[in-house]
Structures are given as C-alpha cells and as structure tokens.
C-alpha cells in the first residue's frame, strides 16, 4: 500500500482545523475518521496489481549509442479499472546518466478486461546484454487517495553491439583497394604478385614485366600485368588481458580495437579474403571463424558485443598457440594489444619466431592522446612533472615498437580515432606490396 500527496495533504488540514475549531480526541476523530474510510475505500476500489499481465516485445539487439524501442503489454483481466504509474527499471547503463527517470516511467489506464501497450525508449552507453530489471505498478484509487503497489518479473534481453563508428573511413579504402585491382581507370603498376593478363608494352612499363615468350609469338611487345592476389587469409587477435581495460579518451581500449577489427574485416571481405577472429588472455573468449563476406560482419559484431576485459595477465604463449591452430596456412596475424614494454619483452618477443617464421605479423596499438599533451605541458611545477614522465612513456613505447619491427613486425601505434584507418592503410600496403 501507499498514500498519496493528496492524502498528507488532506491529513495536514484535517490537523489545523482540530487544532483551531475543536481541539480534543473529538474533533481528531471527526476529521480523520472519514480521511482513513476514504483511504479504505480507494485501496478496496483500485485494480488489484498481482493479477496484472505483462508481455513484451520490441528491439532485441542495438548499435551502441542508438535509440532501442521494448514495448510493454499490459492486460487487466479484473472487473476494476486501472489507474497506474508504472516504472519499467532497467540498468543504469540502458540510457543516458540523468535520463533514467523520465525515460522509465509511465502513466496509464487501462479499463477492466482490456489491454495497453506501453514503450520505452533505451540508449545504452555500454556493449553488452542489457537485461529488464522488475516492473514496478502503483495501481491507485478513484479519489486518488492511496494506491496498491507490487513488482512483476518480465524478461527481456537487448544486446549492445560495437557501434562501428569508422565506417565512415570505408569509401576511400574501398576505392584504393579498386585501384590495387584494376577496377577503375587508375593505373597501378608494378603492384601485386598475382598474374592477371597480357598487353601491349607502353612507354614507362617496367621493363622485367615484358613477356618475352608471348613479344617471340607475336609482333608487338608484350608485359605481364598483376593484380594483387585475393583469396588470402587474415586472423585478427585481441588481447582481452588488463591492458586493454584501460579507457583512452572516450572509450575503452578494447572498444577502439574492436571498431578497427570492424573496418579492417570489411575491406577485407570486399578483397575477397578470408578473415577470422579470436579474442584471448588466457583463453578463448570468442572467436569467429569460416564467414562469408554477407555474414561476416554480423558474425563479428555478435560475438564482440559481450567482450569485456579480464583483469589478468595475458598469456602470450598461449596466445601464440591458439594462433597456430587457428592459422595452419600462411596468414596476415594482426595481433592488436598493448605497447607497454614489461608485457611485451617478457611475454610476446619470446614467442614472436614462432609467429613470423609462419605469418606476416603485424602488432597494432592505441596511444593516448593525453600523453601527448602532457608531454608538451609547461608553465607550471606539475606541468613539467608531467611533461617529464610522458616523455619517458613516449620513448619507452618507441623502443618496444622499435624491438619488435626488428623482429619483422610491422607496428601500428595510433590514437583510438586514427588506429582503425591506419590498420586498414596497412592491410593495403601490405596486399600492394604482395606481402600477404
């Protein structure tokens, strides 16, 4: 049960009048008395709450950051009309900090034996699964004076998928990919490793493209011309281990590395490659294998929307085996992690011959732009302070990045909103230069 506004209010009048006209036990009861029958009264008239019935329906799956619809059904099979707030409760992270009051509740009636339908509207700020908490009702009375209240369980799911904000970098990928195949009119010469056809030689051809066989059976001078070679098989790992726990600017490393693992398996599969996924520290945490370029991209983001760091040391040994099993045939292995040097001297330069001597590694990593700026801060005691250990920290990250380039590895270190379209960039001139 609960009272209303109205009935404190009534109860605070009912009280001053006493106090003033007839002070005693006989005037206290001749003005509460009828309040409290009243208060009986609008709990006997209002719709009971447990025999409610609650269906939903409505999105079942959103890109972070957009707008999910669920929908609440709600039927009164008592004889009574309902009169109700009702608050659909959710996490916090199912919408926008400070949003959460007005976004769950609702007013409603609905009349004996009939139904209503009710929406709220979620925007996550968080991946994952997003489960329904209970549905609360305060049915109340005709006058408005109290009200029956109870909670009913009513599951429902809405999975929060990456929300692939470097799409936008597609196009002119797209396009210098159609130049590395010879789809458009731009000429790329002397890129690729795979034959495509014969012509006739131009002025400018390099001249170890002549075919001298095919020049000997005909009268004109002919040159190979090739085409970067399709087909090819990529293996993209997260580390999930506590590195990529970290948020750098907006977002969490490892939602950086999932938005540059979403651009770089579209190229890709517009390339005609095979791409396959596997998050690890110290196990498995998800993995996509065998996709068609028409699933791939729901595959991934399906399997990355409930990724979350554990707090662990990652197992590069470990990691380097699953790679392996994974990878059996030459590969491009994109391994995005951190640059920090204590887990990379000790944990990933032991292993990485067994790595390179098979695939062509590439090791990718977000920067902080923070660090940048502190490295230039002055003016100030703190500032130089910390001008002083982002260099350190800047240096330290060169010399890890050098370390493994000298093992044949290429390095891309970028800030979150530049690593997807830097990765994608090398991809590209790795497939030009025939390295893949």
Same mark, same amino acid.
């Given at each position: 049960?609960?009272?209303?506004?109205?009935?404190?209010?009534?109860?605070?009048?009912?009280?001053?009048?006493?106090?003033?006209?007839?002070?005693?036990?006989?005037?206290?009861?001749?003005?509460?008395?009828?309040?409290?029958?009243?208060?009986?009264?609008?709990? $006997?008239?209002?719709?009971?709450?447990?025999?409610?019935?609650?269906?939903?329906?409505?999105?079942?799956?959103?890109?972070?950051?957009?707008?999910?619809?669920?929908?609440?059904?709600?039927?009164?099979?008592?004889?009574?009309?309902?009169?109700?707030?009702?608050?659909?409760?959710?996490?916090?992270?199912?919408?926008?900090?400070?949003?959460?009051?007005?976004?769950?509740?609702?007013?409603?009636?609905?009349?004996? $034996?009939?139904?209503?339908?009710?929406?709220?509207?979620?925007?996550?700020?968080?991946?994952?699964?997003?489960?329904?908490?209970?549905?609360?009702?305060?049915?109340?009375?005709?006058?408005?004076?109290?009200?029956?209240?109870?909670?009913?369980?009513?599951?429902?799911?809405?999975?929060?998928?990456?929300?692939?904000?470097?799409?936008?970098?597609?196009?002119?990928?797209?396009?210098?990919?159609?130049?590395?195949?010879?789809?458009?009119?731009?000429?790329?010469?002397?890129?690729?490793?795979?034959?495509?056809?014969?012509?006739?030689?131009?002025?400018?051809?390099?001249?170890?493209?002549?075919?001298? #066989?095919?020049?000997?059976?005909?009268?004109? !001078?002919?040159? #190979?011309?090739?085409?970067?070679?399709?087909?090819?098989?990529?293996?993209?790992?997260?580390?999930?281990?506590?590195?990529?726990?970290? #948020?750098?600017?907006?977002?969490?490393?490892?939602?950086?590395?999932?938005?540059?693992?979403?651009?770089?398996?579209?190229?890709?599969?517009?390339?005609?490659?095979?791409?396959?996924?596997?998050?690890?520290?110290?196990?498995?945490?998800?993995?996509?294998?065998?996709?068609?370029?028409?699933?791939?991209?729901?595959?991934?983001?399906?399997?990355?929307?409930?990724?979350?760091?554990?707090?662990?040391?990652?197992?590069? #040994? $470990?990691?380097?085996?699953?790679?392996?099993?994974?990878?059996?045939?030459?590969?491009? !292995?994109?391994?995005?992690?951190?640059?920090?040097?204590?887990?990379?001297?000790?944990?990933?330069?032991?292993?990485?011959?067994?790595?390179?001597?098979?695939?062509?590694? !590439?090791?990718?990593? !977000?920067?902080?732009?923070?660090?940048?700026?502190?490295?230039?801060?002055?003016?100030?005691?703190?500032?130089?302070?910390?001008?002083?250990?982002?260099?350190?920290?800047?240096?330290?990250?060169?010399?890890?990045?050098?370390?493994?380039?000298?093992?044949?590895?290429?390095?891309?270190?970028?800030?979150?909103?530049?690593?997807?379209?830097?990765?994608?960039?090398?991809?590209?001139?790795?497939?030009?230069?025939?390295?893949?």
């Amino acid at each position: 049960m609960a009272l209303t506004g109205r009935t404190a209010l009534i109860a605070a009048l009912g009280a001053l009048l006493v106090g003033f006209l007839l002070p005693g036990w006989a005037g206290l009861l001749a003005v509460e008395l009828p309040l409290l029958l009243a208060i009986l009264y609008d709990l $006997g008239r209002a719709a009971p709450v447990r025999k409610l019935l609650f269906t939903r329906s409505g999105d079942t799956s959103v890109r972070l950051g957009e707008l999910a619809q669920v929908h609440l059904t709600i039927a009164n099979p008592s004889g009574r009309r309902l009169r109700a707030h009702l608050r659909d409760a959710w996490p916090p992270s199912a919408w926008p900090p400070g949003s959460e009051v007005e976004a769950s509740r609702h007013r409603l009636t609905v009349p004996a $034996g009939e139904l209503r339908r009710v929406t709220t509207q979620l925007r996550p700020t968080r991946r994952g699964d997003h489960q329904a908490a209970r549905v609360t009702v305060r049915s109340y009375g005709p006058l408005g004076l109290a009200a029956r209240q109870g909670s009913h369980s009513v599951p429902w799911t809405v999975r929060v998928l990456p929300p692939f904000t470097s799409r936008k970098h597609l196009p002119a990928r797209l396009s210098r990919l159609r130049e590395l195949d010879g789809r458009t009119s731009v000429l790329t010469r002397g890129q690729g490793t795979e034959f495509d056809s014969l012509r006739e030689y131009i002025p400018g051809d390099d001249t170890r493209s002549i075919d001298w #066989r095919a020049t000997a059976r005909q009268s004109n !001078v002919a040159v #190979r011309t090739w085409r970067p070679e399709r087909d090819r098989r990529i293996l993209t790992v997260l580390d999930t281990g506590r590195t990529s726990a970290g #948020r750098v600017g907006d977002v969490p490393r490892l939602d950086a590395a999932m938005d540059a693992t979403l651009l770089l398996a579209a190229l890709a599969a517009r390339a005609g490659d095979r791409f396959d996924l596997l998050a690890y520290d110290r196990q498995v945490r998800a993995a996509v294998r065998g996709r068609t370029a028409h699933d791939l991209l729901p595959a991934l983001v399906t399997a990355m929307a409930t990724l979350e760091p554990a707090l662990v040391e990652s197992d590069a #040994r $470990g990691m380097a085996a699953a790679v392996l099993r994974n990878a059996p045939q030459h590969s491009l !292995v994109v391994l995005i992690t951190g640059l920090d040097p204590s887990p990379v001297e000790e944990g990933l330069l032991p292993v990485l011959p067994l790595l390179t001597q098979r695939h062509t590694v !590439v090791v990718a990593s !977000v920067a902080d732009p923070r660090i940048e700026e502190m490295a230039a801060a002055r003016g100030t005691l703190d500032g130089v302070y910390e001008a002083a250990a982002a260099a350190q920290s800047q240096a330290e990250r060169r010399h890890t990045a050098a370390r493994l380039r000298r093992h044949g590895v290429t390095v891309v270190d970028a800030v979150p909103t530049a690593l997807a379209p830097a990765l994608a960039d090398t991809y590209l001139a790795l497939k030009a230069a025939g390295r893949l």
